[in-house]
């Protein structure tokens, strides 16, 4: 019965150890997982800057246009810039839509992780529990056991 009792004590710090080990492993991704959120933040607002810059000019642009320059070349750079920069803003655009759509991710990511994290820790907690159970068992068995033997020897 004691031995019983000690497998199931082993068995059950294992599992602790094992728990703890996930939680470990799992906090450490996630941790990482927030260091990209940062980093992917980070390029949106550059590249949000980048668009409200590009956006500006080619209100500039236009609006130079719009004020009538006279001279073909001076026209046909203007129309360059526009193009160029209706380039940009369209390049922008789009990592900015893939930037936002991988910052959804990583949020839904993070928080799935976060969800794991929290089922780990209460399991963890559950096993501590069950750790502390069977040692006040144990220590009652054992308790038991050295009163029968004293009883034995007092015989």
């Given amino acids: 019965k004691l031995a019983a009792v000690r497998a199931e004590l082993d068995a059950a710090v294992t599992r602790g150890d094992t728990g703890e080990?996930?939680?470990k492993a799992l906090e450490q991704d996630r941790?990482?997982?927030?260091?990209?959120i940062?980093?992917?933040?980070?390029?949106?607002q550059r590249l949000e800057g980048d668009l409200e810059k590009a956006e500006e000019k080619i209100t500039q642009t236009k609006s130079a246009l719009?004020?009538?320059e006279n001279t073909k070349t001076v026209g046909e750079g203007l129309m360059r810039k526009i193009s160029l920069l209706e380039s940009e803003l369209d390049n922008?655009?789009?990592n900015l839509r893939e930037t936002t759509d991988k910052l959804r991710e990583m949020d839904m990511k993070a928080e799935q992780f976060e969800r794991?994290?929290?089922k780990?820790?209460?399991?963890k907690a559950d096993y501590e529990t069950k750790?502390?159970?069977?040692n006040t068992k144990y220590n009652e068995a054992k308790k038991e056991l050295e009163d029968t033997l004293q009883a034995m020897d007092s015989l």
Avoid: P, T, Y
């Fill in 66 to 68: 719009d004020e009538g």
């Fill in 92 to 94: 922008a655009e789009r």
């Fill in 131 to 134: 750790v502390e159970d069977l």
């Fill in 120 to 123: 780990l820790e209460q399991e």
């Fill in 38 to 44: 940062q980093s992917w933040k980070n390029k949106l």
């Fill in 21 to 23: 080990a996930k939680v």
């Fill in 31 to 36: 941790i990482q997982r927030e260091h990209e």
């Fill in 116 to 118: 794991q994290v929290q």
